[in-house]
């Protein structure tokens, strides 16, 4: 009982230490775009005080385009923290095994399923922003 508890708050612990830098990431300013930024990225200009605005003919595609690379980044944070998770606890796992077989190759399947999918995840993002970029 005892053991499934320090897995229990070890777990949670690692979890919250990875987790903050990401949270803490979350409130840096970022600088307003140059009127050539704008422009590159469709806006128009307006001569006489400078500025741009948005080019409202493609708003909807922007905003699928948006919501799924937002919903892909989540995704990815959530499957990328999962995966640190199990690698530590294979780890751990793979130290305490004593020199058992079956625990030193169930530790091992651990830690490398969980490279594994961290893998498949980075080339998710590749694939899903190359896709979004061609169609959009």
Same mark, same amino acid.
């Given at each position: 009982m005892i053991q499934k508890i320090k897995k229990i708050v070890l777990t949670l612990s690692s979890l919250f230490? +990875?987790?903050v830098p990401l949270v803490a990431t979350g409130g840096v300013a970022v600088a307003a775009p =140059? &009127? /050539? /930024?704008c422009l590159a990225q469709g806006a128009r200009l307006d001569l006489e005080t400078a =500025?741009? =605005?948005k080019d409202t003919a493609n708003v909807g595609g922007k905003r699928l385009t948006d +919501? %799924?690379?937002s @919903? #892909?980044?989540v995704l990815s944070i959530v499957v990328g923290v999962a @995966? &640190? &998770?199990m690698i530590i606890v294979g780890g751990f796992r793979y130290i305490a095994s004593g020199g058992k077989q079956e625990s030193v190759t169930s530790a091992k399947n651990n830690i490398l399923y969980a490279l594994i999918? #961290? %893998?498949i995840v980075a080339l998710a993002q590749v694939i899903v922003r190359f896709v979004l970029n061609k169609t959009l």
């Open positions: 230490v +990875f987790s =140059t &009127v /050539e /930024e =500025t741009c =605005t +919501f %799924i690379a @919903a #892909l980044n @995966a &640190v &998770v999918g #961290l %893998i």
